[in-house]
């Protein structure tokens, strides 16, 4: 990449782990210059006093570095593990053959872990619960392959498959981006579902840890890796069309993708509200469309949006993108529910750049600690308290909605505005939402 290729932003720091060198690691601690150090691309004339910052910077970028050097061995160890995983079920079941990594019965380590994919029957449309548990049990499922997700989408939940996309990302030559989307009849909501960061994926984990932001006019600063994954060109940011790779008709790009797909949906059924999800980056990329929907004014999409769920999402904007993103997600009724759980890491990330300047929270935070009492966060632009891998929470969060709630004014999570009259709340009897 070249500076030319954020000339969309007004304001970029974007680090350069490929380029980051002995001279270049020590340039960051003994000059403030860093607009001329090749592991930065930012404005020449960028400079950063603050030691602490730069301090920050070099440890990221060291991070960053030994993440992208372990890619291939971690990927290599952890296909190997889901692989023997995959055929030891196979035996157990009495199946003697070889795991198919593109069939309906092969699982990723995420589903190996947890192996419900069935909704809970006790919760109807009707349920003030349904939406999230709903979006809960489909950004699980979204870490499958497309065939098992097809499988349990028409057979399971006896609902309609759309598409499963595999999206390009222009900036990394890869595809970056996962999700799928499907269509609830009975409850008339067209559901995106993005996949979150695979286990035993450090090139993904490089990018949650990267604080790279850009500023793009109108929206605010915004998470640079997520932007890349979400369908972001070249030298133009977010223009509203763009043309798919020439020649190449299975590189298309996220945002543009599915947004085209929902709107032919939607212009279908015309009672169909939407839904955006996604676990972990995938809660990054969930909340960014939706933005990204307000930013290209697609005003009949936006008014048919019925929430943005998502379960352990990092950071992805600063403080103008978040109050761009409340004006249009949360009124006039709030619509953007972050759910956070116990010590999960991620709502932490990207840690070392937590000013309202560069990562923030914002939407409702409904925040779970280890013996499921929930704290609302109801102030604006907040953040919630975690400490411990999130490699299991999952299990955690499908307890969540299946409970009964017994407290006198309790929050309903599709029913936000009672949210504001009781700010600690404890779930009693808490039912698994799915059943193994």
């Not at 060109?233 to 543009?256: C, D, I, L, S, T």
């Not at 000013?355 to 907040?382: Q, T, W």
């Not at 955690?396 to 407290?407: R, Y």
Request: glycine share 6%; charged share 20%; aromatic share 14%.
């Amino acid at each position: 990449m070249s500076k030319i290729d954020y000339c969309f932003s007004n304001d970029y720091m974007v680090l350069r782990p490929d380029r980051a060198g002995p001279f270049e690691l020590l340039h960051l601690l003994f000059s403030p210059k860093v607009g001329r150090n090749r592991a930065v691309d930012c404005f020449t004339s960028t400079e950063i006093r603050s030691f602490v910052r730069r301090l920050a910077i070099f440890f990221n970028l060291l991070l960053q570095i030994v993440l992208l050097s372990l890619a291939g061995p971690v990927a290599a160890i952890g296909a190997a593990v889901e692989f023997a995983l995959n055929f030891m079920d196979n035996i157990f079941q009495g199946k003697m053959e070889y795991p198919d990594r593109s069939s309906a019965t092969y699982r990723s380590l995420t589903g190996l872990i947890d192996g419900r994919v069935d909704l809970d029957k006790s919760i109807a449309p009707a349920d003030s619960r349904y939406h999230a548990s709903l979006c809960l049990m489909a950004s699980k499922v979204a870490y499958e392959n497309e065939a098992f997700i097809r499988d349990v989408v028409t057979q399971r939940w006896q609902m309609e498959f759309v598409k499963f996309f595999n999206c390009w990302n222009e900036f990394e030559n890869a595809y970056t981006a996962q999700a799928f989307v499907f269509w609830a009849p009975d409850a008339e909501v067209v559901v995106v579902a993005f996949r979150g960061t695979p286990a035993l994926d450090t090139a993904q984990w490089r990018a949650d840890v990267d604080p790279s932001w850009y500023k793009v006019p109108r929206l605010g600063r915004a998470h640079a890796a997520y932007t890349h994954a979400l369908g972001a060109q070249r030298n133009m940011g977010w223009p509203k069309w763009v043309e798919h790779v020439k020649g190449k008709p299975n590189k298309v790009y996220a945002y543009y993708a599915i947004r085209d797909a929902v709107k032919e949906i939607m212009e279908a059924n015309g009672k169909a509200r939407l839904l955006v999800t996604g676990h972990g980056s995938g809660g990054a990329l969930a909340v960014l469309f939706a933005t990204v929907l307000a930013y290209h004014r697609e005003k009949a999409v936006l008014d048919r949006l019925a929430g943005v769920y998502t379960f352990g999402q990092p950071r992805v904007g600063d403080a103008m993108l978040a109050m761009f993103a409340e004006r249009h997600l949360d009124r006039p009724k709030k619509r953007h529910f972050r759910f956070a759980y116990a010590g999960d890491p991620q709502p932490r990330l990207p840690a070392g750049e937590s000013s309202p300047a560069h990562f923030m929270h914002f939407g409702l935070c409904l925040h779970f600690d280890v013996s499921y009492n929930l704290k609302v966060i109801d102030h604006p632009r907040s953040s919630s308290p975690n400490s411990l891998p999130c490699f299991w929470t999952f299990s955690n969060f499908l307890h969540i909605f299946g409970g009964t709630i017994s407290a006198p004014g309790t929050p309903s999570v599709n029913n936000p505005e009672r949210a504001f009259g009781d700010r600690d709340v404890s779930f009693v009897s808490y039912a698994k939402i799915c059943q193994v």
